[in-house]
């Protein structure tokens, strides 16, 4: 059996669910009657075969309407891994880094060809924290403090998640000075990111090595799993650039949250038009029992 959720960014109307399910119907899904999550945002329709069929006949159909289509075994995960810049919070930490330092167009231009999936990550980062060389470590929390929000959404999916007994990773690209009080806003149990080498209170322009990349958000997301013993069905990523690719592809969900095309294209589900409570909604979690 699978499940199409549709989450609507404004309102869910009678009528929307009405039109997705006879498109099911065409599609030869063989959908049963829905059923709110919370009425008038998200409802859920299970159908029976064809999921392919399915996304076929229901993206794009319905304005300002996300669809998460997805088995119903295993629908509620009890491992979140999720990318910090872009995702959990609105900005690339990075770029807005670079603006302190008066270079932001030529880094924020890296950082877009990167999170495509044109340049090489690891290369790419270290170019870019080259540029940095020199700049006063005071940078970094005048940054934290004036430029990085959170993504709305971002407190409750993980707060909510863990309330229910979920293990919740945030694992960045990016550096552990902004990923670590981020991290613990936002309160997930651990939090893997970059680490900037500072010497005499100054930015050396260089990254410890080991560098967290793709591989290290796949590894992440593996190893989390082996540890709780849990079926890959369990885990739920998201992310918005070409580095969280393979874990979207390894997990049970994975989610592309505002993404670039590249990742939009492969991710199980994509999230356009609403905030991070989306991924409750997948989950077929309704408002009264989220966790603020």
Request: glycine letters at 10%; aromatic letters at 4%.
């Amino acid at each position: 059996m699978f499940i199409v959720t549709l989450i609507a960014s404004a309102t869910l109307r009678g009528g929307d669910i009405s039109d997705a399910r006879n498109r099911l119907a065409a599609a030869g899904c063989d959908p049963v009657e829905p059923v709110w999550i919370d009425e008038g945002r998200a409802a859920d329709i299970g159908f029976a075969r064809q999921a392919a069929a399915a996304r076929a006949a229901l993206e794009g159909v319905l304005p300002g309407v996300d669809l998460v289509i997805q088995q119903a075994r295993h629908r509620e995960k009890t491992l979140l891994v999720a990318d910090m810049d872009s995702t959990m919070i609105g900005q690339e930490c990075i770029d807005e880094l670079a603006d302190y330092a008066g270079i932001k167009p030529k880094i924020a231009a890296v950082t877009e060809a990167a999170m495509r999936g044109e340049l090489d990550f690891a290369g790419a980062l270290d170019a870019r924290v080259a540029l940095l060389t020199g700049l006063e470590e005071s940078a970094i929390e005048r940054c934290l403090a004036e430029r990085v929000t959170l993504t709305p959404g971002a407190q409750t999916l993980v707060r909510t998640m863990r309330a229910r007994g979920a293990t919740t990773i945030l694992v960045s690209g990016g550096f552990t000075r902004f990923a670590g009080p981020v991290g613990e806003r936002i309160g997930f149990e651990r939090v893997i990111a970059n680490r900037l080498v500072i010497e005499a209170g100054r930015l050396t322009g260089a990254v410890e090595k080991p560098i967290v990349d793709a591989a290290t958000k796949e590894a992440t997301l593996r190893a989390a799993l082996a540890e709780r013993a849990l079926p890959v069905e369990a885990a739920l990523a998201v992310g918005d650039g070409a580095n969280d690719l393979p874990m979207l592809r390894y997990a049970g969900l994975g989610v592309a949250y505002r993404a670039k095309p590249v990742v939009a294209a492969e991710a199980d589900a994509r999230i356009e038009h609403g905030d991070l409570t989306a991924l409750l909604y997948a989950q077929g979690i309704a408002r009264a029992d989220w966790v603020a």
